[in-house]
């Protein structure tokens, strides 16, 4: 992963920071249901997928795409009817960022902490901020985020902090892995009040002090500008001072959605690892020599193998959309056994997405030949995007969570990574 030092120690000309993107010039366009959210992933992904391979060669920042992704009306697909967003199922959603995600797995991430976020509004705003955030995302701003840290002993410590300004908050730190910071319009950074509570706290990208530098250095998920922010006495209105602390102190489901969006993510790349296996394999690779085939398809362990990848695709695919099934019943209904329903459901499903995300991009090595291993062809993006974006919270820890919550009736944590 990017391992960069403090940016507050840099020489002056080494934090200079990217300036942000402008805003739309006309408004997003409002999706109108389930079925539109969907045939407009499949269009948006049919453009993406051309230019995914040389956008991963360069660690180009797909701007464009990310217009025509949050204008296409794609980043309010969860904003509430009651506030003129559409209210897609969050089984709809996932199956949006999978589709995303197999074209381009960057892009499909970039969007994830922006539908999070619009989560958390939804949970734990008041009336007048919600009209006021939801309005934003209607009319094509995009979040980005300012969530982690270097250097804290655990995730979810932080030691970003603010303090009281009269009808505005001071904001100070440092954020590292800050997914969609560069090219979003808004940033919301997690900040702790004095009594040790988290907030999102959302500057403008430009403001004053608020400083995005692009040093994201990972080998996978490069289009991501995961980079870090510095925070030094940014200044934020009140009235985009959003409790986040609300969301995890009784059982909601926020937690899931930012969850399931990942397992989407890694549901996309394993389909896309698995589709250029099946091509290249028709198309390229040449049968062993003690077959006596003429063709690499008809190899009687190459179609076990895609045969087994294609079972567990299918499985992983199939309990992300029982996830999405579960978490809309959350939704509509967070008490402690719906929404534990639901973490369970989207850690079940976060297991298998990651596992045949990893075997379909490795195995494509195996199965296709030397031939694929070659730079002109960048097959390796997708086992670098696998093993990078898999990093994000340990599937170890959401077998440990299924077990328990089966064997021994224990509910999941309640936070971002549960």
């Given amino acids: 992963m990017n391992i960069a030092v403090d940016a507050r120690t840099l020489a002056p000309e080494r934090r200079q920071g990217a300036p942000g993107p402008a805003r739309p010039p006309s408004p997003a ?39 025509a992704f949050s204008q296409s009306g794609l980043w309010s697909i969860n904003v509430p009817r009651a506030y003129g967003g559409p209210e897609v199922s969050y089984r709809t959603l996932a199956q949006v960022i999978a589709i995303l995600a197999a074209a381009d797995p960057s892009i499909a991430q970039i969007a994830q902490n922006h539908l999070g976020i619009l989560a958390a509004i939804r949970t734990v705003s008041d009336e007048a901020q919600k009209h006021l955030l ?32 009269g009808d505005h908050v001071v904001v100070r730190g440092q954020k590292s ?64 001072l959003v409790p986040a602390w609300k969301g ?20 996309g790349i394993g389909r896309e690892a698995l589709d250029d296996t099946i091509r290249f394999v028709r198309d390229k690779a040449r049968p062993w020599i003690d077959s006596g085939l003429e063709r690499a398809s008809d190899d009687p362990y190459t179609i076990h193998a895609i045969g087994d990848l294609t079972i567990r695709q299918h499985a992983a695919e199939a309990l992300l959309d029982r996830a999405g099934l579960v978490l809309d019943a959350a939704v ?39 031939r694929s291993t070659l730079a002109a062809e960048n097959l390796d993006r997708h086992w670098r995007n696998a093993r990078t974006h898999t990093l994000h919270d ?15 009736g224990v509910n999941p944590p309640l936070h971002a990574w549960s």
């Fill in 134 to 165: 939801f309005s934003e995302v209607l009319r094509g701003t995009r979040f980005g985020n300012a969530f982690s840290e270097r250097g804290t002993k655990r995730a979810a410590d932080f030691d970003t902090r603010f303090t009281d300004d």
């Fill in 29 to 67: 366009h409002v999706i109108r249901d389930d079925a539109e959210a969907l045939a407009v992933a499949q269009r948006l992904a049919a453009a993406f997928r051309g230019g995914a391979s040389e956008r991963d060669r360069h660690a180009a920042r797909p701007l464009a795409e990310l217009d």
């Fill in 177 to 240: 892995y800050a997914t969609g910071a560069l090219l979003a319009h808004l940033v919301p950074i997690v900040a702790l009040d004095g009594d040790g509570r988290a907030w999102y706290a959302i500057a403008e990208r430009d403001a004053p002090g608020l400083t995005v530098i692009d040093d994201w250095s990972s080998f996978g998920q490069r289009g991501t500008a995961s980079g870090t922010v510095l925070i030094e006495d940014v200044r934020v209105p009140k009235s985009h």
């Fill in 394 to 408: 340990p599937v170890r820890w959401k077998y440990a969570i299924v077990g328990n919550h089966a064997l021994n």
């Fill in 248 to 267: 995890y102190e009784a059982p909601t489901a926020d937690g899931a959605v930012f969850q399931i969006i990942q397992a989407a993510v890694d549901a």
């Fill in 332 to 370: 509509a209904r967070p008490d402690a056994e719906a929404v534990a329903a639901a973490q369970i459901a989207v850690a079940e499903a976060k297991v298998l997405t990651t596992e045949v995300a990893l075997a379909a991009s490795n195995k494509l090595f195996e199965l296709s030949g030397t």
